[in-house]
């Protein structure tokens, strides 16, 4: 049986997408009513998008960070121009 490769960018992921469902957890297991969600329901699934939207950006700019390198090589290029220049490093 093959083995299921996961980059750290996706293991980070996982728990951080676990967080933005706690937020839904807690808002479906809150014994709500019908009708309308109160002030603080809003705030909960409020929360739970930001969270969510956070994860993924994380995400897609720790894959990025992570993957990119592997095609790149070590060209001059790809690492870009420096914008700062500090004493006494050279490069």
């Known amino acids: 049986m093959a ?7 996706y ?3 996982k728990k951080n ?4 469902q ?10 709500r009513s019908r009708g309308r969600p109160s002030a603080s329901e ?3 699934l ?3 998008v930001v969270f969510a939207v ?3 950006d994380a995400f897609l700019h720790d894959l990025i960070l992570e993957i ?3 095609f790149g090589g070590e060209t001059a290029a790809l690492r870009g121009p420096r914008l700062v220049t500090l004493p006494g490093v050279s490069g």
């Open 3 to 9: 083995r299921e490769l996961q980059a750290d960018a």
């Open 11 to 13: 293991k980070v992921f």
């Open 46 to 48: 409020r929360g739970a």
């Open 42 to 44: 809003l705030e909960l």
């Open 17 to 20: 997408h676990r967080r933005a």
């Open 68 to 70: 990119i390198p592997s």
């Open 22 to 31: 706690v937020f839904i957890e807690f808002f479906e297991g809150n014994g």
């Open 54 to 56: 956070s994860a993924l």
